[in-house]
Nanobody, 126 residues
Framework: QVQLVESGGGLVQTGGSLSVSCAAS????????MGWFRQAPGKEREFVAA????????VYANSVKGRFTISRDNAKNTVYLQMTSLKLEDTAVYYC???????????????????WGQGTQVTVSS
């Protein structure tokens, strides 16, 4: 059984910064790829960012490229998402997820992930 617990969400003004983290337990975290997804009200869940198991390869959605940074600390079984220059459209519930198999490369497809956290709310206000 894998458990993923997100934290760090909150309320921030446009142009501000916020970091969210995801602590993993229950499986070999160090071999799994990790990803962040988000779901805004009335919209489908969408890919945000992903990192491979070694932490040396990342991929981002075009909408967040240059503003968000994903990273991981395998010693702490934690993955992070640092968000800067936040926009109103970044408001969403942010979910972390772990890949089904070994994460040699970062993955952007939802069906590559099998365990999900409960989500953390990020609200950007004007």
């Amino acid at each position: 059984q894998v458990q993923l617990v997100e934290s760090g969400g909150g309320l921030v003004q446009t142009g501000g910064s916020l970091s969210v983290s995801c602590a993993a337990s229950g499986r070999a975290f160090t071999m799994a790829g990790m990803g962040w997804f988000r779901q805004a009200p009335g919209k489908e869940r969408e890919f945000v960012a992903a990192v491979n198991w070694r932490g040396d390869m990342t991929v981002y959605a075009n909408s967040v490229k240059g503003r968000f940074t994903i990273s991981r600390d395998n010693a702490k079984n934690t993955v992070y998402l640092q968000m800067t220059s936040l926009k109103l459209e970044d408001t969403a519930v942010y979910y972390c997820a772990t890949t089904r198999g070994a994460g040699w490369r970062p993955r952007s497809e939802e069906d590559e992930y099998d365990y999900w956290g409960q989500g953390t709310q990020v609200t950007v206000s004007s």
